[in-house]
């Protein structure tokens, strides 16, 4: 596996596409702010200022009508909050208002705007007149004029404002966007480089431990780091981890068995032919024992070859299987035929206890098979007793199948993995029985398949009693 990482800026990578979204982001966001600030920030301002100037006076000209000392104190308060110029004409005088906060060099008089304004407002018949001025050192200026009207007398009002304050507010802005913009991008860098090294540290610890693990150590453990999603993933590769540790120890001792298993028959079948080759040819009895021992284990590679078939066709699904109406006590019997050479001959007692004819629906040759693999391991397991009860019994609308032995039994912590593949309980392995360890998941497979429940009841040292229930069916 190629493990090496180059300096090269990967643009795929997380880390490397996280930092430059926030950049982009950062980017973005400040341009935007730039470009309102640029277009909007002007016309904004002057219809604020405009909306301003008309508002004052049309305050103003209400209060004349209450009286002039209303007028005044209005006008007062509005020039020095709104920051406005505000000059009123009436009995022959003008009373001018200034903020005295205005940015402006000069507003004490504004003539010149007056000047103009009186003119327009004399022209127009509304009332009132608003215009923007600019005076030769470019200053632009908001003036509204409007008449003042009242029974003391009548007169003319104007409002100045200065646009001259948004220019520098604005540069001032500007400056200090610049600052903004500096620290934001600095901040997104900041924040994109610990957030995508926060991100993409589980991901990176998934992967080292994902080459730890492919290089065969299976004693890596995957850590999510607290992310609800790395947790899930690396929740699903410990389970992986652990179930390939399983299927390699297995496996492992598949091998170990496996060639064991095979090499004892082998041995016997050589041994046994160099002695008829070189004893036992001319003698009929002998020949004839011998041989007999020959054919047994031939039968006993046979046995074991077609158990690796019968588990890698259960293992792919690929098993089709023949389904009939069949008496299960028959079967059962059939099945304890092909065991009574061990009574006669081993001095085993292999009891049955069978109920009446009973029907099941399933692959008649198959479930001969789960008893064979169950009697079997009875016969190897049961000790020195070498007693053993098959039993067949109703229970209602089912039948229960049970091979009872008071042999070795299994370990409470064993007795869920006799079912897996390869599997050998601690307490057999050493005894030198053989097996293979697989004939109980052949038994798991065809059960399985027939939706048959099945199980174990065992206590080490007093034996145990494997099982299986079926449907009962009526004869045709
Ligand atoms: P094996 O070829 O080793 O018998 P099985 O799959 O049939 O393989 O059984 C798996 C393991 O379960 C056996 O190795 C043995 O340790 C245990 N086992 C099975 N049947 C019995 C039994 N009747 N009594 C005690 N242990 C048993």
């Known amino acids: 596996m190629n493990t090496k990482t180059t300096n090269k800026f990967d643009v795929n990578s997380i880390k490397n596409s996280i930092l430059m979204n926030f950049i982009l982001f950062a980017i973005i966001l400040v341009a935007l702010i730039y470009v309102l600030q640029g277009v909007f920030m002007n016309k904004y301002y002057e219809q604020m200022k405009s909306d301003e100037t008309r508002q004052t006076a049309l305050a103003l000209q209400e209060d004349y009508k209450l ?29 001018i208002f200034d903020s005295g906060t205005s940015f402006d060099p000069d507003t004490s008089m504004f003539f010149q705007e007056c000047l103009v304004a009186r003119e327009a407002l004399r022209n127009s018949d509304s009332g009132f007149i608003s215009l923007k001025t600019t005076d030769p050192n470019n200053v ?32 001032i802005m500007r400056r200090q966007l610049f600052y903004i913009s500096i620290i934001s991008l600095f901040i997104a860098v900041l924040l994109a480089y610990l957030s995508s090294n926060r991100l993409s540290s589980p991901i990176e610890s998934l992967t080292k431990s994902a080459i730890e693990l492919s290089r065969g150590n299976y004693n890596v453990k995957f850590d999510g780091a607290g992310f609800t999603e790395t947790n899930e993933l690396a929740k699903a590769l410990n389970q992986a981890s652990y179930e390939m540790q399983k299927t390699d120890s297995y496996q492992r001792d598949l091998i170990a068995n496996v060639s064991h298993d095979l090499k004892t028959p082998l041995t016997m079948i050589r041994s046994y032919a160099e002695m008829i080759d070189d004893i036992s040819g001319d003698n009929p009895e002998k020949r004839k024992e011998h041989l007999h021992v020959i054919i047994s284990e031939t039968d006993r590679l046979n046995q074991l070859v077609t158990d690796m078939l019968s588990v890698s066709r259960l293992q792919s699904n690929s098993v089709e299987l023949n389904k009939t109406n069949f008496d299960i006590v028959k079967a059962t019997e059939e099945v304890l035929e092909t065991f009574e050479v061990l009574n006669e001959q081993a001095n085993y007692n292999i009891i049955p206890v069978l109920c ?16 064979t693999n169950l009697i079997s391991n009875a016969v190897k397991y049961c000790g020195e007793d070498k007693f053993i009860k098959v039993e067949v019994k109703r229970q209602g609308r089912k039948v229960r199948f049970d091979v009872v032995d008071p042999g070795t039994g299994i370990a409470a912590d064993e007795i869920a993995h006799v079912w897996d593949r390869y599997y050998r309980t601690s307490a057999n392995q050493g005894r030198g029985i053989e097996g293979t360890g697989l004939g109980l998941s052949i038994v798991k497979g065809i059960l399985t398949l027939h939706n048959a429940a099945y199980g174990v009841d065992s206590t080490e040292g007093e034996g145990s009693d494997f099982w299986f229930i079926m449907d009962v069916v009526r004869k045709q």
Do not use: H
């Open 67 to 95: 009286g002039t000392s209303y007028f005044t104190e209005r006008a007062r308060q509005l020039s020095e909050n709104n920051g406005i110029f505000i000059r009123a004409d009436f009995n022959g005088t003008s009373v």
């Open 140 to 171: 632009s200026r908001y003036v509204y004029a409007c008449n003042l009207e009242s029974t003391r007398g009548n007169g003319k009002l104007y409002v100045i404002a200065s646009l001259l304050p948004v220019q520098s507010t604005i540069s």
């Open 356 to 371: 009446r004819p009973t029907f099941v629906y399933g692959d008649e040759a198959k479930i001969k098979q789960v008893m």
